[in-house]
């Protein structure tokens, strides 16, 4: 990568000297996790070598290396990640105009802001010279992230001490970023009157809410009517939690809603702009009209240019981790963090309806009680293991409703007074044995399980005694708050950086989503939802957890901890379709929708952003059939080339012969050229069951999963005695007798073409289509089966059917149907899938899947 001298404060030798240090020390010895990217075009804006960091990006990776002390891997796999990102948006030194939009797929709590952040200096360094972040919808978030930004991207010197913190500490003698916004003020519509240095890189962080982003689209108005400059800035728009209000919920004859119409205007009063969307639960970003627009904001979010899916970083606790059973504990029916809720507490939250119900709220329930004790078992031993100046929290997350929230805490620190009195000047035996007993008994057997299988990283056991005399100390330094709209309390981590702060934080929506709660080590939590994206979100326990996983607990109800296990399994699967595409450089974004799977009664998202969903059956052990046909012409001209075609493409074409009929047979056919069979092939417009594009994505989704990667292939050929029955001499409508009719199918010479339906009385027909009824034998079925074995044990099979084109059915159509063109008919038989789930079980794959029907619509227009 080349090294330029401009706005380095070192020397070029000691940058050089640095890097060339970290290389042999750490590099050589680092195996990057590969990052899984779909591209809609491989030409890429950039120039091999245009990609150079200056300044921004070392600077900021020297920070994390120097400052906060991050693994060398961990900045290596920012820097990999970032790099993918970039080569899949504009490049700001080409004066043409460009028009980017993407998603780059996270995990919850795993990083993504350190992503977006080394993005962002890597962007001033290759020319970008407005950023703006979209960070959430409330007041926390937003300034979370502009304090975050401010610290690593701009660097901050105290104004009176002229102390440098953040990156300014490695470096301040480049160009200063000029910011928009600070910690406590969002966009102003005073910014339109401020000179802003559009040669030096600008910074604005903004809420996703309805009055501000008014205020920027009418700040950036008034900027471009002052200057044409303000137009031709290459801009960068980062969304962070892309898939929360910023997808248009609108029904297809509505205005889109206000913040996604919002986004999109703020985009088009750019000419050069990218748009990055991040997310970790990416569900309804993919499921958008990939095809809408609106004459007003034009172009709606869909990633239409990439999708990038950041590597799972080492030492991340997600789903898997928590819920599945790669860390359950031996004859033990449960992962070994998750602790099932008390009776007596799930009595209490489903009685409480709404905020009038705040007078139940009048005790802590027992496995609440259990949990706080958790909590300060888990601080006291982080404290003994040389943690003490780390932050430690807890969440209890048991209601949307302020009003409970509050009570929550009034109760929680009445209980937390009278536990601690009673610890240090009561010293009841009941109580202490509690305790101990917790300790011995969860704490110690975890921790020798989770010692036993991560040797590297394990701890010795400590002693009640010791552990009994920290927890002494502790308890006076624990705070409790109430973090919602309605309190006063705030979760500012960052003035206690020096000594730690130990938190209780009962809360709700503004813990559901973006907030970081540092150290969480417990969790409460009892928040039912019906949706896969909110209910991960809602996990603010995933994140890292190094030197204290083993001391984690989830305090949930059983069904909420089935349905996180069943999220594990939906996001193991929807990343490995991401990386079976990424290998795959002929699919991009508009070719190829990732299909989620489904639940019983769990949503993939909210309805209303599911309006371009549809359901993709399982179809393993089953026999799809066409028996609808269409009365247009192109539809039997379009079925015949394409069948030809991928006759022509076959090698090893059999001839044989079973009973009465003759067969001719292939084997081992790549799904390739099947793919590109159905492709173009089209079934009735009318059919419900059997239709083209979803057989297309039901192969997709399997050989995605290393299956169904060779197919079998039958062509029909019927035989002179089929026509000697009575009822098939029966004269057609035309008068005309049915005789026999050779086919040219590409390479193969068929004798006979198929008779099905030939009595009129029989057939279903309507204004639009032919109903044929079963056009398949179940003797056609075991055609290429040796000694008729089950398909489970073969390749999946199509069959082709050249069908009779002078019975009544197609007769009456008047075509000119001829040896060279007569209708086509498939069926397929596919074996059943079996897979192994998260406990290691070999299960059949029959659950459904959901993916965006409106993908595969595009294709089919741009062919």
Known sequence: MKIKKKHLDLTAEKLEEWLLEIYDTHVQEIIIKPTSVIRASKDSAWEDGELEFSYYWYRYSKYLEEIKHWPIDTIRSIDTTTNEILKSIGNPNKQTEFDYRGLVLGYVQSGKTANFTGLINKAYDVGYKLVIVLAGMHNDLRSQTQLRLEKEVVGVIDKVTKVATGVASISNKGELVQTW????????????????????????????????????????????????????????????????????????????????????????????????????????????????????????????DFIVALPKPDGYCGPEEYFNVTGYEEDDDKPQYIRHLNQDDLDLFNNIKNKEHTELINYVPYSMKQAIQSFIIATAVRNLRKQEKEHNSMLIHASHLTDIQLELKKVVEAYFEEFSNTILYASTDETINQLQNLYIKDFVQVQKTFNDKNTEHSYPVLEWVEVYKEIRKVLGKIDILAINGDSKDILDYDSRKENGWNVIAIGGNKL?????????????????????????????????????????????????????????????????????????????????????????????????KMKTAEFLHYLGGKKPQTRLFSKDLDFYKTNMDSTIKLIESLKNITPCTVGDTKYYVTQNVSVQNILQFLKTYKTDPNATKVVSNKIFDYIQKQISRGEYLNFNIVVVDATKKSLNGSEVRKANASGKNIKEFSVNLGDIQIENAVLRRINPEENHTNDYSIDLGAITSGKHFLIDLENEQIRDNANPLLIIYPLHPQIPAFDELEYDFNENFVPIGIAFDFPRVYKENLKGEIVEARQKYVKNKTVFDEKENKE
């Open 181 to 304: 916004t600070d910690v406590e003020n969002d966009i102003s519509i005073k910014a339109k009157d401020q000179r802003h240095n559009l040669n030096v890189p600008n910074l604005m962080v903004v809420k996703k809410n309805k009055d501000v982003l008014e205020t920027l689209n009418t700040v950036i108005e008034a900027c471009c009517n002052l200057s044409a400059d303000y137009r031709n800035v290459p801009v960068l728009v980062i969304d962070d939690e892309a898939d929360q209000a910023s997808v248009d919920t609108a029904d297809a004859n509505e205005k889109p809603k206000t913040i996604n119409s919002l986004i999109r205007r703020l985009l088009n009063q750019f000419n050069r702009k990218s748009y990055v969307g991040y997310t970790a639960t990416p569900f309804a970003n993919l499921l958008i009209d990939s095809r809408t627009t609106d004459e007003e904001v034009q172009e709606d979010l869909y990633p239409k």
């Open 512 to 608: 559901s989503r973006g907030l970081t709660l540092d150290g969480l080590t417990v969790s409460y939590y009892y928040r039912g939802t019906s949706m896969y994206d909110s209910l991960l979100q809602m996990g603010r326990w995933f994140g890292f957890r190094n030197g204290y996983m083993d001391l984690c607990r989830i305090y949930t109800s059983q069904q909420i901890a089935s349905n996180f296990e069943h999220l594990a399994e939906v996001m193991v699967e929807v990343r490995k379709e991401f990386d079976w595409l990424a290998k795959h450089e002929n699919l991009t974004p508009y070719d190829y929708a990732v299909s989620v799977l489904g639940h019983d009664y769990m949503d993939i998202t909210s309805p209303a």
